[in-house]
């Protein structure tokens, strides 16, 4: 009974509808379609529960029948688009390769909604059905893999922080907005400088086996494969050292 009493009141631990009164004319299904559209097509700020409610061609008050706030429609938000991962394919023992793919999906799900990021910053840990499907599914990928349960979990964790980072980054790229904008050659000049004083070894060290910097001038643009590649060998680096 204390468990009951002290367990966290999510919009998943209610009925979506009473028992009583007359039938549904919405679902909380639909409800969240139309919000995930309205945030794709004109960002999360455009999410209000008038806004849904005109797209739907009722009043907010009915809404209210199905999702008790706002709040609450940004967590069915947020576990549909953890709907979209597909979790059908059965672990394949080798965990790595199957974490990568995890995380592509992962990564993807977050280009296709760009908003997902702020959405995620402002809820905290509420967690829906799908995204504990999610967890538990890569749990059980990690299952052969060396570490403790702590270490599995931080894992996984850095799977989505690392694809919010690489999605924002896309989303960037796709604005027209150059995410490694700067002055290379000034910063390079920079940190050489530095390291000559000498109170930087370990630096000085590795700038000198480093060898010539880059061409001077813009990298070339990278495309989404480059910046896939890159994403999964990061991965593939990171994620044995955090679990051997």
Do not use: C
């Not at 139309?34 to 960002?43: C, K, N």
């Not at 960037?172 to 904008?181: K, S, T």
């Not at 000034?186 to 940190?191: P, R, Y």
């Amino acid at each position: 009974m204390a468990d009951r009493e002290t367990r966290p009141t999510t919009v998943w631990s209610r009925p979506e509808r009473g028992a009583r009164g007359p039938a549904p004319e919405r679902s909380r299904y639909e409800i969240t379609a139309v919000a995930l559209a309205l945030a794709d097509a004109e960002g999360l700020a455009a999410v209000s529960m008038r806004a849904v409610a005109q797209r739907l061609g009722t009043g907010p008050a009915s809404l209210y029948r199905y999702v008790g706030s706002r709040d609450e429609l940004l967590d069915l938000m947020a576990d549909a688009v953890a709907g979209e991962l597909d979790l059908s394919a059965a672990p394949s023992g080798d965990w790595l390769g199957d974490l990568v793919g995890l995380a592509l999906q992962s990564k993807a799900a977050h280009t296709r909604h760009p908003w997902l990021p702020e959405l995620n910053d402002r809820r905290g840990e509420v967690l829906g059905p799908h995204a504990i499907d999610y967890l538990d599914h890569a749990l059980a990928v990690l299952a052969p893999a060396p570490g403790t349960s702590r270490q599995k979990l931080e894992a996984i964790g850095l799977l989505g922080g690392l694809a919010t980072l690489f999605a924002r980054r896309e989303a960037m790229a796709a604005a027209g907005e150059d995410p490694g904008a700067g002055d290379p050659p000034a910063q390079a000049a920079h940190l050489a400088a530095v390291a000559a004083e000498g109170r930087h070894p370990y630096l000085l060290a590795a700038l000198t086996t480093a060898g010539p910097p880059p061409p001077a001038g813009p990298p070339p643009p990278a495309g989404p494969a480059e910046r896939d590649a890159l994403f999964e060998r990061l991965l593939r680096r990171l994620l044995p050292a955090m679990l051997g």
